[in-house]
């Protein structure tokens, strides 16, 4: 096989093409690496994609590339999961060269499947930020427009795989960091059930929320990647056993299958071309037998609220770790302990970042305790307990997965709540803690449009079956420009 | 409701709390800023929420799960060398600070 036609195969098709013998995994790895390593050269001029590119095929799977599941195919991971011996910052100034002493479980877990590590991906911030703009080694720009962001804040995994410079990425989704950015670079992103990937190694942003995910060309790329990440991990106490094996999704019809579409994520707040590009979808979806209803989320307004309560609350509290005492930067000559504290955080932080922190410790302090984070947990419940309601009548719930398609850098970075706002219809899934797809719909004034497909706690086999039928049936061209 | 407002002297209460020392003009953006987040949250208070219960974590209240405390035995950790090779600063065998009180 010639180069070019190396990088049209999905990873699914890689794989099975190593397995055939009719390709090579260390070919395919070169193929990746030359692309990956020349966007990282390329710094500014290029997509900014990456934070650190492997300089050689990583040699332990090489030599019976076809004896495992993932056959050598290379993997891009997002710069928060450790990986030993590799940068892992998390896109932060504090974290600058760290190295980790150990790998994250779910980085292991695939690279005993055979994965291979290409390259860590860019993204903002410890994960806080919906435009990958938070991250201290630079905005990602987005391959469908250079002038637009990619979202986030698993940006540059997004950007890589939308731009064919990694066959597939890791990434994490807090309150729809995969699934925004999917959405907004035209490829599919998966967020599972909370628990049923290990979080070790991973680090941490809101630990009641982060679970990784995969972004991929395609949806069956995501459950392959997926059926080879979750499972209960002894060092990850809320990681639990996925019931049963994640399945190749293969329908291609929706007879019988039962809808919603929520009021409350479809209407206000939603730009017009995406809703036109949802509503076709949901016309696709009724071609092929789906029943279509409406279905009532009526706290999911207010999930906005609670997650921004929530999500910096457990940041401040996860980010204390940072302090200059153990790894990353400190501060030059500090006075005394508390001064080396303080004036590392000031300078290791982005603005971003000390926001969260300053709202969540606000949240948690005394005084203001009750009325932000306890009702915030509260309205967390309502939420789960409304989902639960809804599935009574419905098997799936259909969103669009952003309100708006890919918006230009610089639009909102004055604006925090403006920013925030992005999360408006990925952030109800994550507090219920119930797993959510993206998949590419549609074009609007030429971007792509994400539709979101949310099912019950571990129904990711019924969620992308319904993905994969609807993706067919869509015939979504999904080669975004090839930079 | 009343719009919520974070004066410059709260801001720097919460930041001595955070361990983050903020710069002059830091300052000014951080109370307009997060006033503004907090009179969006805000609208929680809106809610009927009397009796219903917190959800901290959606593993344990909503799904199966595995026993959440694993027997306390001692298992291998990183050795001393691996800890501290990352680290800022170093002396004796362990990480070294300034003192508490200069």
């Keep these: 096989m010639i180069a070019a036609d190396v990088l049209e195969l999905s990873a699914a098709q890689a794989a099975d093409a190593i397995a055939a013998g009719s390709l090579s995994a260390g070919e395919l790895f070169e193929a990746y690496r030359a692309r990956a390593g020349a966007d990282h050269a390329a710094g500014e001029d290029g997509l900014n994609c990456f934070t650190w590119v492997a300089d050689d095929a990583p040699a332990q799977h090489a030599d019976a590339p076809a004896s495992v599941p993932l056959a050598g195919v290379p993997l891009a991971v997002k710069d928060l999961f450790c990986t030993e011996g590799v940068p892992s910052q998390s896109g932060s100034l504090i974290l600058e060269g760290y190295e980790p002493p150990y790998t994250a479980s779910v980085v292991r877990r695939l690279q005993s499947a055979g994965a291979r590590l290409l390259a860590k991906t860019n993204q903002d911030e410890f994960a806080m930020g919906s435009s990958n703009e938070n991250s201290a080694y630079g905005a990602v720009r987005n391959p469908w427009d250079r002038e637009r962001v990619p979202g986030g804040s698993s940006g540059g995994s997004a950007a890589a795989v939308a731009a064919g410079l990694a066959p597939w990425a890791l990434g994490t989704d807090t309150g729809g960091s995969i699934r925004q950015p999917a959405a907004l670079c035209g490829i599919v992103g998966m967020k599972p059930t909370y628990g049923s990937v290990s979080r070790y190694g991973m680090i941490a942003f809101a630990s009641s929320l982060d679970q990784a995910g995969p972004l991929t060309r395609d949806v069956r790329d995501a459950a392959l990647l997926l059926s080879h990440m979750v499972g209960h991990d002894p060092c990850d106490a809320t990681s639990l056993s996925f019931p049963h094996a994640i399945e190749r999704p293969s329908a291609e019809r929706l007879d019988g299958v039962r809808l919603g579409v929520p009021a409350e994520l479809t209407g206000e707040g939603i730009e017009a071309g995406v809703l036109d590009a949802f509503r076709a979808a949901l016309a696709h979806a009724e071609q092929l037998g789906a029943q279509i209803s409406d279905v009532e989320l009526p706290h999911a307004p207010h999930a906005l609220s609670a997650y921004y309560v929530i999500a910096p609350a457990e940041a401040s509290s996860n980010l204390a770790r940072f302090d200059g005492v153990r790894y990353g930067l400190r501060a030059e000559n500090p006075s005394d302990l508390l001064d080396m504290y303080t004036r590392t955080r000031h300078d290791g932080f982005g603005a971003e970042v000390k926001r969260r922190i300053m709202l969540g410790t606000y949240a948690l302090s005394s005084g203001y305790y009750d009325a932000y984070y306890g009702r915030a947990q509260r309205v967390r419940t309502k939420i789960a307990d409304d989902f639960r309601t809804a599935f009574e009548h419905v098997d799936l719930i259909l969103t669009p997965t952003a309100p708006t398609v890919a918006f230009k850098l610089g639009e909102k970075t004055a604006d925090p709540l403006a920013m925030y706002l992005n999360d408006f219809c990925t952030v109800p899934m994550s507090l219920a803690g119930i797993p959510a797809i993206s998949i590419p719909c549609g074009l609007s004034a030429g971007l792509p449009v994400g539709l979101q497909i949310a099912g019950p706690a571990f129904s990711e086999n019924r969620v992308l079956d319904a993905a994969y039928a609807l993706e067919q049936s869509l015939g979504f061209d999904g080669t975004a420009a090839r930079v | ?102």
């Design chain 2, 1 to 102: 409701m009343r719009a919520t407002v974070i004066g410059r002297d709260e801001v720097l209460h919460v930041a001595r709390l955070a361990r983050l020392a903020l710069a002059e003009d830091e300052i000014e953006p951080m109370a307009r800023e997060l006033s503004a987040v907090l009179d969006h949250v805000a609208r929680i208070g809106e809610l009927d929420l009397d009796g219903v219960a917190p959800t901290s974590h959606v593993v344990g209240d909503a799904m199966p799960t595995h026993p959440a405390l694993r027997p306390d035995e001692p298992r291998p950790c990183l050795a001393r060398e691996v800890a501290l090779a990352q680290a800022p600063a170093v002396a004796d065998g362990g990480f070294l600070v300034p003192s508490p009180q200069a």
